[in-house]
């Protein structure tokens, strides 16, 4: 039999073992990448949507606000005010209005950025040169339909 010699067992769970720490080290860059580009499409869709309220504010009071508790918006994030600056601050990426009229969401970890042309209604998808994590989101992520 087999299992009746000694040290099979153990020779088949070090197998195992080892199959399987094969497959976690081939599969978690590959989750990981995919992680990254449904949180950048989910900041993105956040970002369009604070573009929306942000122009509806303006139609209502005649310029943007780079306060968003002041938007009819839910927000799902806290706001931190530093001085003159106020930012939204989510997990991974930080909200805020720029000067003309730019919503930038910047990723807190990689040289990555969107800024959404609230005056012109495009959004650009922005990196470092040399960044191939930013420029492997900007040609992943959905851009379609801005505004």
């Known amino acids: 039999m087999y299992f009746g010699q000694r040290g099979s067992i153990h020779t088949i769970v070090l197998v195992l073992v080892v199959i399987v ?6 599969g978690w860059p590959q989750y990981k990448k995919h992680q990254t580009l449904r949180v950048a499409q989910r900041a993105l869709d956040l970002g369009k949507a ?28 806290p706001l931190e005010r530093a001085g ?20 930038r969401v910047r990723h807190k970890g990689l040289p990555k950025w969107f800024d959404l042309n609230l ?9 470092e040169d040399g960044s191939i994590a930013g420029s492997h989101i900007c040609n992943r992520v959905d851009l379609a339909d801005a505004f």
């Open 21 to 26: 720490g094969f497959a976690i080290a081939l």
């Open 50 to 77: 604070l573009a929306y309220a942000e122009s509806t504010y303006k139609t209502q009071h005649g310029s943007y606000t780079p306060d968003f508790a002041k938007l009819d918006f839910a927000l799902p994030c």
């Open 84 to 103: 003159d600056k106020i930012e939204m601050v989510c997990s991974a990426y930080v909200y805020r209005l720029e000067e003309n009229g730019v919503l």
């Open 119 to 127: 005056a012109e209604g495009s959004v650009d998808c922005s990196h």
